[in-house]
């Protein structure tokens, strides 16, 4: 009872799988996966992918479309027992993506150089502590998005360029 308390709530909760096949692929860190007549949209844990475009008061950042094809490449139309954590604020089930070879769909996005670990909030989200050390790799070996002078993480992105759009303030950043 006393190592309850040391438990984030996020982490405290049960897990559970989800199993079925993935139906689409919406960016490189979201998809959606149907389990005998239900869909289920699934946000990759740990990672956070390039913003894709969603019109002109939000533009996307570089390398959106690969990382959306880069996952598609990976998931698209296989069937997969999926680990899952929790349910986010968008009501997204937040699972690792286990491929056939043993791999995680999520840890081939960072370090491929197509998502970052996901370190916002202080790294609430960032479930497997590997994703740092795999994303420095990646920025080291200058792969994906990491060919790119001063890469902007998305968590930033959302602030810097599509808040400053909707809120009428002039920015460089997109």
Same mark, same amino acid.
């Given at each position: 009872?006393?190592?309850?308390?040391?438990?984030?709530?996020?982490? %405290? /909760? !049960?897990?559970?799988?989800?199993?079925?096949?993935?139906?689409?692929?919406?960016?490189?860190?979201?998809?959606?996966?149907?389990?005998?007549?239900?869909?289920?949209?699934?946000?990759? !844990?740990?990672?956070?992918?390039?913003?894709?475009?969603?019109?002109? /008061?939000?533009?996307?950042?570089?390398? !959106?479309? %690969?990382?959306?094809?880069?996952? %598609?490449?990976?998931?698209?139309?296989?069937?997969?027992?999926?680990?899952?954590?929790?349910?986010?604020?968008?009501?997204?089930?937040?699972?690792?993506?286990?491929?056939?070879?043993?791999?995680?769909?999520?840890?081939?996005?960072?370090?491929?150089?197509?998502?970052?670990?996901?370190? /916002?909030?202080?790294?609430?989200?960032?479930?497997?502590?590997?994703?740092?050390?795999?994303?420095?790799?990646?920025?080291?070996?200058?792969?994906?998005?990491?060919?790119?002078?001063?890469?902007?993480?998305?968590?930033?992105?959302?602030?810097?360029?599509?808040? %400053?759009?909707?809120?009428?303030?002039?920015?460089?950043?997109?």
């Amino acid at each position: 009872m006393a190592l309850a308390g040391l438990i984030p709530p996020a982490l %405290a /909760q !049960a897990a559970y799988a989800l199993q079925g096949r993935i139906v689409a692929v919406s960016d490189g860190d979201t998809l959606t996966l149907l389990a005998g007549r239900d869909r289920h949209r699934v946000r990759l !844990a740990s990672i956070d992918a390039p913003e894709t475009g969603h019109g002109r /008061q939000r533009p996307g950042q570089p390398f !959106a479309q %690969a990382a959306r094809k880069a996952l %598609a490449d990976l998931v698209a139309g296989k069937t997969l027992t999926l680990r899952c954590f929790e349910r986010d604020r968008y009501a997204r089930d937040v699972c690792d993506v286990p491929l056939p070879d043993g791999r995680t769909a999520n840890r081939v996005m960072v370090e491929t150089g197509l998502a970052w670990a996901n370190r /916002q909030g202080g790294g609430k989200y960032l479930r497997d502590e590997a994703m740092t050390g795999l994303e420095r790799q990646a920025r080291d070996r200058r792969l994906g998005l990491w060919r790119q002078p001063g890469a902007v993480a998305p968590w930033d992105w959302r602030w810097q360029c599509w808040d %400053a759009l909707e809120n009428g303030r002039s920015t460089s950043i997109c």
